[in-house]
């Protein structure tokens, strides 16, 4: 078995067919929704330009979750230990 054989998997003249009939079938599905390279490439960086912003809103909400709690914890820890240092 050459190395070529062994890194594609199979013969390279059967990959090409494989390969070719595949690119058919991908090529007739586009078509039939008319989209083309660009419209995925254009999908998937919008796609990841909502997770990227999500990603910032949801620690934007953390920090403001943060606050919130810190109103009511940092009083209570300070006067909880004000009470246990007279002690």
């Known amino acids: 078995m050459s190395a070529l054989t062994r890194f594609l998997g ?3 003249l059967r ?6 009939v595949i690119s058919l079938i991908v090529g007739f ?3 039939a929704f008319h ?3 660009w419209d995925i490439l254009d999908a998937l960086r919008d796609a990841i330009l909502r997770v990227w912003n999500m990603g910032f809103s949801a620690l934007e909400n953390v920090f403001r979750y943060i606050l ?9 820890f300070l006067i909880l230990r ?5 002690r």
């Open 10 to 12: 199979d013969s390279p």
């Open 15 to 20: 990959v090409i067919v494989k390969l070719l």
């Open 29 to 31: 599905v586009m078509s």
């Open 35 to 37: 989209w083309s390279p």
């Open 68 to 76: 919130l709690g810190a109103v009511i914890v940092v009083p209570v």
């Open 82 to 86: 004000l009470l246990s240092y007279r």
